[in-house]
């Protein structure tokens, strides 16, 4: 009934709005999963309807470990949304990724535990075993790459992202160890989004937003809540011109 929504957007932390998104509707799905984290605000952007969804609510109240993923996602599914951009603020690993930046992984490992991580939990439910070689869907990072090559943001192309359980950040042996594993951030809230998306059928893909360098690869300094809202909240500046660069797709 909604099968206009041109996009949903979930917010990662830090982000629990979006600047120029006129919200017109609240929506509070209840899914076959439960409840999502908070309401779907649905608005527009430049005349294309926009979905937003703030993945840890919008008192920042659910930590990453206990997100209803699956009641998230199938939310938004539900209001008609087809093809979603997740915003993760992510710690930074290797060179490319210091704070500030945006980036848009193509790749992903997950340390995550004891997270429902999939739809085919009930007796009954068909099994699925869907392809996940790629695990953010490439024709949706294209697009965003492209929206924000014409609205002139700079956003890293590429990067492993590595799920971690959280809340607590990671110890500098953990980050040595994801970072000989291949990973180029770090953040607690990619999966078990990415593949229920996969397995929801979503078109899905992430734009990280580095909010710190990741347990010994800066200067050591110790990593604050308040320093790295005050990175998101300047590299986010970025997104409502993104947002409106791909909506005028
Ligand atoms: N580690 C995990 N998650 C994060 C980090 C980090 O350093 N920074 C922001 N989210």
Not at 8 to 29: D, K, N, Q, S, W
Not at 40 to 67: C, Q, S, T, W, Y
Not at 156 to 172: K, N, S
Request: charged share 20%.
């Amino acid at each position: 009934m909604h099968a206009d929504i041109a996009l949903g957007v979930i917010g990662g932390t830090g982000v629990y709005r979006i600047a120029g998104l006129e919200a017109v509707e609240t929506h509070l799905p209840e899914t076959h999963y439960g409840f999502p984290s908070g309401p779907v605000r649905v608005g527009m952007i430049d005349g294309k309807r926009v979905a937003f969804l703030a993945r840890h609510g919008e008192d920042h109240g659910v930590p990453p470990h206990r997100i209803n993923y699956r009641a998230n996602l199938a939310a938004l599914h539900k209001i008609g949304v087809t093809r979603v951009l997740a915003i993760n603020t992510v710690g930074g690993i290797t060179e490319r990724f210091g704070p500030g930046v945006l980036a848009c992984p193509d790749q992903l490992i997950d340390y995550t535990w004891g997270r429902v991580s999939t739809i085919c939990e009930e007796p009954g439910t068909d099994v699925l075993h869907v392809d996940f070689g790629d695990p953010y869907t490439n024709a949706v990072r294209a697009q965003v790459l492209a929206a924000a090559q014409r609205a002139g943001v700079a956003v890293v192309d590429g990067g492993c992202y590595g799920a971690t359980q959280g809340p607590r950040l990671e110890t500098r042996a953990e980050i040595a160890r994801m970072r000989r594993d291949g990973c180029d951030l770090v953040g607690m809230t990619g999966m078990p989004e990415a593949g229920l998306a996969r397995e929801m059928g979503l078109q899905y893909a992430c734009l990280g937003i580095v909010a710190n360098w990741a347990a010994g690869c800066g200067d050591d300094a110790e990593i604050t809540m308040a320093d790295v809202l005050s990175i998101v909240e300047t590299a986010s500046s970025g997104i409502p011109p993104l947002l409106r660069s791909l909506l005028a797709d």
